[in-house]
């Protein structure tokens, strides 16, 4: 069974990078998901699939990997363009863009 270990992105409800300075290690999924016919929920039988183990840096979690003889694939990070914009310029003279009310 292979394990994946990245840096998780932020979700689209996150403003700062909470949550996404530690590296993560998660297993790969074994066995396909499988609908429940009366009530429609998914689920699955592989247990590892809940598994997610949390390292401060990169090296720990291959060392845990190796230590414990999983095999991994380390996805690295892109780097994140920083965005420099105010709420002024939504007001700004000779503002590019059509307004919206």
């Known amino acids: 069974m292979a394990a994946r270990i990245f840096k ?3 979700t689209a409800m996150q ?3 909470a949550r996404t300075k530690d590296w993560v290690l998660e297993y ?3 066995v396909a998901r499988e609908i429940d016919p009366l009530m429609g929920w ?3 039988r592989d247990m590892k699939s809940q598994v ?3 390292f401060e840096t990169k090296e720990e979690a291959i060392a845990y990997a190796e230590r414990n003889g999983i095999a991994y694939r380390v996805s690295e990070p892109k780097p ?3 965005i420099r914009k105010s709420y002024a310029d939504n007001f700004r003279y000779g503002r590019k ?3 919206t009310h």
Do not use: Q, V
């Open 8 to 10: 998780p992105a932020k």
């Open 15 to 17: 403003s700062g990078p």
């Open 28 to 30: 790969e999924p074994e």
């Open 42 to 44: 998914t689920s699955s």
């Open 52 to 54: 997610r183990l949390e």
């Open 80 to 82: 994140r363009a920083a």
């Open 97 to 99: 863009g059509s307004w």
